[in-house]
Each structure stands twice: as C-alpha cells, then as structure tokens.
T-cell receptor, first 114, second 117 residues
Framework: DSGVTQTPKHLITATGQRVTLRCSPR?????VYWYQQSLDQGLQFLIQ???????AKGNILERFSAQQFPDLHSELNLSSLELGDSALYFC?????????????FGQGTRLTVV | AQTVTQSQPEMSVQEAETVTLSCTYD???????LFWYKQPPSRQMILVIR??????QNATENRFSVNFQKAAKSFSLKISDSQLGDAAMYFC??????????????FGKGTHLIIQP
C-alpha cells in the first residue's frame, strides 16, 4: 500500500457527462501529480499541484481541470467526456515539488465512457 | 521534447535467470533523473530503481541494477535471479532536473515481462 488513496476505483459514465476523480496524498506529502494511462497514448503526465498551487502542466486537455484543496487532497474534473477519455487515471504524491523524492502512486481510477 | 523508447514490447525469461530490459531516451538536458517502474496486474505503479544523471555509478537495489550510459542515452534494467513475482509491465521514465521548478515524468510504452516457471 503506497499510502495514496484514489476514489472511486471504477467509474462508468456516458459521453458528454462530467466526472470528478479524487486523490488523497500520503500523509505529509505536499505535491500531487495526475497521470492518464490509455492504450493509445500510454502513460501521460497531466498536471501537478504543490501545496494548493498549480506547478506544472503536461498534456492536459482544456476539458479537464484539477485543483488541490487546503487539506492537500486533489480532484481531477473531466467534462464533456468522449469515448477516447476512457483510461486509467493515476494520482501520485511526493513531499517535494521537484520530485527529488520518489513519487508514490495510487491504485488508479478506471474510467469507462460509454 | 524528451522521448523515452522501450524497444521490447515483451520479454520472457526462465525463473532464476537474468533478464535485461532496454530503454533509450532523447533529451537536450544535461541534468535529469531516470526511473524504472513496475506495474503488476494489480495496476499499482511501483518504483523499482532511480538514477541521477550526474552520478556515474550505476544504481542497484537488491536483484535490480541498471546500466546507465549517458553518452549513448541508454538506461537498461537488469533483473537477476528472476522470480515469479517479477512478472509485470516495466516502464522506463525520465524527468528533467527542474532546479526548483516542477515537472512530471515522461514514460516509455512499457515492456511486458513474463517469467516462465
């Protein structure tokens, strides 16, 4: 168990809908990273937050957004969902903003868009 | 932009044997980090080993070791005395040194490692 908690584990929704994925980092970790794993694109970095502020952006679509709350949990919001958004979404956390400590991954949320 | 290439989609090895997984990367940076992650059927991403580019000594973690060739931009993973529990997808990943900034990991496509009993 990495200590990073992601909910829900599975999510099935229809095209055009909006969903929210939740991540609780390890105790003491200030940085949260979101990744998408799909058959087409592989593992891609989406976005990073550190202590409530956005620190880095990867290949995140404009339909997607994220935030980190004062208690350090993070949410990834996916809207106007398309079939191609079906993927495994990972959250990772680390103490540092620059990942000089190893990032611990959650078990992921499997999103299926039908 | 940096890229990471794993040229072996699948590898198979007999239990107790040694196997080497290949990874090459492309970057214009001089300072960066390289990682190998393991993803078993449980889907959990588990850090296996990491290497700082400024270190000449190859990293080792128990049965896992790397061969880091900076000039060739090569970063292979050697697994000695393979065990059934080593069966998983293995991902090579890169992150540039941000110098106080931030960045995410760039992953390769992965190598599926099969352990034959």
């Amino acid at each position: 168990d990495s200590g990073v908690t992601q909910t829900p584990k599975h999510l099935i929704t229809a095209t055009g809908q909006r969903v929210t994925l939740r991540c609780s980092p390890r105790s003491g970790d200030l940085s949260v990273y979101w990744y998408q794993q799909s058959l087409d694109q592989g593992l891609q970095f989406l976005i990073q937050y550190y202590n409530g502020e956005e620190r880095a952006k990867g290949n995140i679509l404009e339909r997607f957004s994220a935030q980190q709350f004062p208690d350090l949990h993070s949410e990834l919001n996916l809207s106007s969902l398309e079939l191609g958004d079906s993927a495994l979404y990972f959250c990772a956390s680390s103490y540092s903003a620059i990942l000089d400590t190893e990032a611990f991954f959650g078990q992921g949320t499997r999103l299926t868009v039908v | 932009a940096q890229t990471v290439t794993q040229s072996q989609p699948e590898m198979s090895v007999q239990e107790a044997e040694t196997v080497t997984l290949s990874c090459t990367y492309d970057t214009s940076e001089s300072d960066y980090y390289l990682f190998w992650y393991k993803q078993p059927p449980s889907r959990q991403m588990i850090l296996v080993i990491r290497q700082e580019a400024y270190k000449q000594q190859n990293a080792t973690e128990n049965r896992f070791s790397v061969n880091f060739q900076k000039a060739a931009k090569s970063f292979s993973l050697k697994i000695s005395d393979s065990q059934l529990g080593d069966a998983a997808m293995y991902f090579c990943a890169y992150r540039k040194y941000s110098g106080g900034g931030a960045d995410g990991l760039t992953f390769g496509k992965g190598t599926h490692l099969i352990i034959q009993p």
